[in-house]
């Protein structure tokens, strides 16, 4: 992911408004437990959501990643 051509500043707020969805057939935990082992940031722990089980991690730049598993 880049942002711009950074015309509007190299220190502006990255990841503001943007977050991309990922859906999978995998433990969300297990995925969620692994993401921490290795340093990573959750920002909204895994739990039930509408219809899925879910968690959102953010990346060092703060663009926010959601992994879902749908409810069966």
Do not use: H
Request: with cysteine; charged share 30%.
């Amino acid at each position: 992911m880049s942002q711009d051509d950074f015309s509007k500043g190299r220190e502006r707020a990255k990841g503001v408004g943007f977050r991309l969805w990922c859906n999978t057939t995998q433990d969300v935990d297990a995925i969620a437990a692994r993401l921490r082992a290795f340093g990573g940031t959750i920002v909204e722990e895994p739990g039930d959501r509408w219809d899925t089980y879910s968690f959102t991690a953010q990346d060092p730049d703060g663009f926010k990643i959601t992994i879902t598993r749908e409810r069966s």
